[in-house]
């Protein structure tokens, strides 16, 4: 943010600088908080472990924004509850939101941009577990709102994938993880989401379930215990902090399998070249590159690590009006890097990085987990190369 | 192949850390270096004093871990060079001299003692820098050493507009991602600078420019430019850290950067596991050898304070025994065990501990 807006005050100053003054009373609101990306990097930045971005999130909780903009932010706190309205009749939901004359209301009324599509929404259940279980380990993959509402058959390849590989897996009916719900300063919202997660998971950590992300923004927060937000409550806090100490990335638990030489490898041989944008919510999850090494083990293929920051959407960020351009602007490095990586297409595990790549590149970005379990199938008739690209569902650019 | 396994995992990425990794790396070993943030080297000036030997100092083994250091930083796009027993004196902000050993050439062109004037340029709302004062000090300095060296100050706005006061971070991290802005900056530097052969600038060229780009602004200029570092952290010192990290991990070393290693699992003399605190779950690396360069952070790592390091660099307790056999010290923490003092001796001790770890792995292994 700083690079393309130089006037922002950057994470030290919003962070702990005007805490002290917010802390002795003194007003500091300031508009700047808005445009905090939530990327978490400034707390890898600290070398003395300062929660920088959690003191930003609650003094963005308690900024004062006008009406318009209050009431576009409640509706952005609550993907689950946009998800579940628009998956009772799909098809009108996504002809709705994608209606020019729509689009330019939405701009108007609620300062949502009309340059950018919404995902679309999509009803449907992963299927149930293929192996029935057994004495294998159990994990059960929180499914976040993106597969849930928009890819719920990524949530059954998931599921495929770590069957395949010595789990028996299931898809949990979770509620939001509350990221979205920080994000635009609803720290209410996000602690009753926290709660309801805990009620629906606690008893299955308990018996010995592992929780599988395949979104590393849920992943994240499920992993800092929601943020702390239960923290005051012993009970729900315990079980968040629970919940957390056994909850894993799906690369991080396939990469598990990996060094014990668990991983199912046997991976057709194709040729192609990938590049792979590590999420700002995997980098601060602290595991390393897991799908790097994991996406590597399939013969023939080429991956580049981007490393080449944040993708600059932020969830909902990039979907205000007046962020839009900020939005881009963070964007355009990794936008370069991919441009300049050659790559047949873009892999990436967070969703709204997925729609942010393509829109910002027009390249096809994809999770990496339809990339291993494809790997996993012979090449189709006469097109070696492409098989993953050709069945790999198309997307909205 | 392993993830979390390695035959060297250092911990620490200042000096001596990033040097014990690319000595590991050199030798085609995998590595990790771990680190809890930006270390020494982000936290200085991006030049390395010349400081007085240490006990274990040998001058012959000094200048050849400084050799390689140097290659090191001419391999990442940032060479540094310079001389450990010709030191010479770089300005500061505040006008002072410090006697410095090694510096990267922008840093360099401050000490020329080429009898040319030279014009200190000041930016409008960079407050943290004051090319007046510095100027000033600078002439007093030059007229009490009977010196014919002469300083002028001048100030340029940019039309940008970075609030105040501004921050060299805004201005650097600008310079890094906007080719229009760094063009801008050279045209309003030109007429400050026309007339002088010399321009001394606070240090804002850039987190990760490398020497190339540099260089190439400097002869759009037609004169030499000369970055002043300002107070810490300091662009030139993250700049250092920034090209060498990103160096090591294009060359294939694992960086697990952002998170600190609570605690380091020592069992039967040796060093088993090395467990960073990650959000949920600690994440636990293991190497052959692991390399401790976390200066004084990482003492209470261990379960017992460190009385001295034996030859090998590995520590010892307080009867003289060595902790654990594939553990090896370096940086501060050499220096508090066994006297290294300084920039270039915590380079030496990196070098050191570095090369033991490289050929003892393995010896000790169970």
Partial sequence: MLGVNPQYPGPKRLGPELERLRREGVPTDTEWLEYCLGCH?????????????????????????????????????????????????????????????????????????????????????????????????????FPGCSIRYNEPELGGKVVELLERNGFSAEVAETECCGVPAMANGNSGVAQSLARANVKLLAAQVDAGVRIVTACSSCGHRIKTAFGGVLDEDKAFGSAARRIAANTFDLAELLMEQSDAGKLDTAFQPTNFRLAYHAPCHQKSQGIGRPWFHLLRQIPGVTVEDLDAGCCGISGTFGFKQEKYNASMAVGQQLFDGIRAAQAEFVTTECATCQMQIEHGTSMKTIHPAEILLQAYRPAAKGAESDSVLEEVPARMC | MQSKSFDVVVVGSGFAGLTAAAIAKRQGLRVALVSTGPGSIALGPGWLKAEPFGPSSDAAELSEAMAFFCELTRQAGCPVAGDVANPRPIPNYLGSCESVAFAPQRLWNAAGDDKASTVIVGIRGLSIFDESFMAERLNERAKAAGSPDAYTARQIALRRDFGIPATVLQIATCFDRDAAFRAELIEAL???????????????????????????????????????????????????????????HSSGVEVFSGFPVHSLQVGKEMCIGVDV???????????????????????????????????????LDATGAVMAQN??????????????????????????????????????AS
């Fill in chain 2, 277 to 315: 605190t990650a959000p949920g779950h600690p994440l636990t690396l293991h190497g052959e050898s692991v390399v401790l360069a976390t200066g004084r952070r990482s003492v209470p790592l261990l379960a017992e304070p460190i009385a001295g390091c034996d030859p090998l660099m590995r520590p």
């Fill in chain 1, 41 to 141: 990097r400034c707390d890898l930045a600290c070398p003395h472990q300062v929660g920088v971005s959690e003191m930003i999130a609650q003094a963005k909780a308690r900024h004062h924004k006008p009406l318009i903009r209050a009431l576009r932010d409640w509706w952005f706190a609550r993907p689950g509850l946009i998800g579940k309205l628009s998956t009772i009749l799909p098809a009108l939901s996504n002809f709705g939101l994608a209606m020019k004359p729509a689009r330019l209301a939405m701009s108007i009324f609620m300062r949502i941009t009309p340059l950018r599509s919404f995902p679309e929404y999509r009803w449907g259940k992963a299927q149930k577990p293929i192996s029935g279980g057994g004495d294998r380990p159990r994990v059960l993959l």
């Fill in chain 2, 327 to 364: 553990l090896f010290l370096a940086g501060t923490l050499a220096h508090s065990a066994a006297g290294y003092r300084g920039d270039t001796m915590r380079i030496l001790s990196g070098y050191r501990a570095g090369t033991f770890a490289v050929t003892t792995r393995g010896a000790y």
């Fill in chain 2, 190 to 248: 030109r007429p400050a600078a026309s007339g002088f052969r010399r321009i001394l600038l606070p240090g804002i060229l850039g987190l990760h420019s490398s020497d190339w780009l540099l260089a190439q602004l400097e002869a759009e200029l037609g004169c030499s430019i000369c970055e002043v570092p300002t107070l810490p952290p300091s662009i030139l010192g993250l700049r250092l850290f920034h090209r060498l990290q990103s160096y090591l």
